[in-house]
């Protein structure tokens, strides 16, 4: 058991689509706008887990174009929240970057994003210490899963928020933004390319 919690804490709080846009979230559009963001994320995640578990997304990502047209479409909306957050600070932009995110952005960031299945797939296909009881094992990881991801998100939240609150320049905050974005994209980049190599 303590070789499975130390392998979600490590697995969640290491920067991830997930984390990094929570983080740009709260320094871009604050607390509210967060709490929402992170309230769709908690849903998404649990979707996944569903269908990690259920054998749904085996299923789907056994058909090879429809696992790519998954990919693109991630790769596609990742880049459109990152450019809502990059620009959030900007008064030039090419969509309302001032729409914040909402529930449904974090449930379709989760449904689409390649590590959060990669992420549940670890957890639980492996790790097994209820040997006798393959039900009880699975609620177990729930709990225990959720339970960690929830303080690791809001404390990613906060660390953006506390950019936020900081009150910085307008400039300082743009290039904040940017970074942010760019990072997420950066590990989207690579979690894609990871995950579209044949095994």
Same mark, same amino acid.
């Given at each position: 058991?303590?070789?499975?919690?130390?392998?979600?804490?490590?697995?969640?709080? &290491?920067?991830? *689509?997930?984390?990094?846009? &929570?983080?740009?979230?709260?320094?871009?559009?604050?607390?509210?706008?967060?709490?929402?963001?992170? &309230?769709?994320l908690f849903i998404g995640t649990n979707l996944v887990a569903l269908a990690v578990v259920t054998g749904?997304?085996?299923?789907?990502?056994?058909?090879?174009?429809?696992?790519?047209?998954?990919?693109?479409?991630?790769?596609?909306?990742?880049?459109?929240?990152?450019?809502r957050i990059a620009t959030s600070g900007s008064k030039i932009a090419f969509i309302d970057a001032r729409?914040? *995110?909402?529930?449904?952005?974090?449930?379709?960031?989760?449904?689409? $994003?390649?590590?959060?299945?990669?992420? $549940?797939?670890?957890?639980?296909?492996?790790?097994?210490?209820m040997a006798d009881s393959l039900l009880l094992e699975t609620i177990t990881k729930f709990v225990i899963? $959720?339970?960690?991801?929830? *303080?690791?998100?809001?404390?990613?939240?906060?660390?953006?928020?506390?950019?936020?609150?900081?009150?910085?320049?307008?400039?300082?905050?743009?290039?904040? $933004?940017?970074?942010?974005?760019?990072?997420?994209?950066?590990?989207?980049?690579?979690?894609?390319?990871?995950?579209?190599? *044949?095994?």
């Amino acid at each position: 058991m303590i070789y499975f919690l130390t392998s979600v804490f490590l697995l969640l709080i &290491t920067p991830g *689509p997930g984390v990094l846009s &929570t983080a740009g979230v709260g320094a871009a559009f604050g607390r509210q706008a967060g709490l929402r963001y992170l &309230t769709g994320l908690f849903i998404g995640t649990n979707l996944v887990a569903l269908a990690v578990v259920t054998g749904v997304s085996a299923i789907v990502f056994s058909i090879p174009w429809l696992r790519q047209l998954l990919l693109i479409a991630s790769a596609l909306y990742l880049l459109t929240l990152a450019f809502r957050i990059a620009t959030s600070g900007s008064k030039i932009a090419f969509i309302d970057a001032r729409k914040d *995110p909402g529930v449904i952005d974090g449930i379709l960031l989760q449904v689409i $994003n390649p590590k959060a299945y990669v992420v $549940n797939t670890t957890l639980f296909s492996g790790y097994a210490f209820m040997a006798d009881s393959l039900l009880l094992e699975t609620i177990t990881k729930f709990v225990i899963i $959720n339970a960690i991801w929830i *303080p690791i998100h809001l404390m990613w939240l906060a660390a953006g928020i506390h950019l936020k609150r900081l009150a910085l320049t307008a400039g300082t905050q743009r290039v904040i $933004n940017t970074v942010m974005a760019l990072s997420m994209l950066v590990v989207v980049a690579l979690a894609l390319l990871s995950y579209s190599q *044949p095994s």
